[in-house]
């Protein structure tokens, strides 16, 4: 089993930048598959980024592509979210998932922390 912990979350103007961090518990962190997803208020769950295992893919929703960026330290066992060019459309509660290679979903997230973007 593995544990996610988001934070870096909170209340940015139009156009900052903000640094979204997942740290997980155990050793098996290189073997998951990573993603943010994030949900805001009447609107459906999406995925944000995702991350293969080695970092070496990644791919973005078309609403974020040239403003967010996914990395991930696999010593450090933390994945990351490079939020830059925020927009208040960006405003959502953000959570990070895992995908062990067993099943291939996303079987294990974190609690959420909340992106707010004043206009």
């Known amino acids: 089993q593995v544990q996610l912990v988001e934070s870096g979350g909170g209340l940015v103007q139009a156009g900052g930048s903000l640094r979204l961090s997942c740290a997980a518990s155990g050793r098996t962190f290189v073997t998951y598959q990573m993603g943010w997803f994030r949900q805001a208020p009447g609107k459906e769950r999406e995925l944000v980024a995702f991350i293969s295992r080695s970092g070496g893919v990644t791919n973005y929703a078309n609403s974020v592509k040239g403003r967010f960026t996914i990395s991930r330290d696999n010593a450090k066992n933390t994945v990351y979210l490079q939020m830059n060019s925020l927009k208040p459309e960006d405003t959502a509660v953000y959570h990070c998932?895992?995908?062990?290679?067993?099943?291939?979903?996303?079987?294990?997230w974190g609690q959420g922390t909340q992106v707010t973007v004043s206009s």
């Open positions: 998932a895992a995908a062990p290679p067993t099943t291939g979903d996303y079987d294990y």
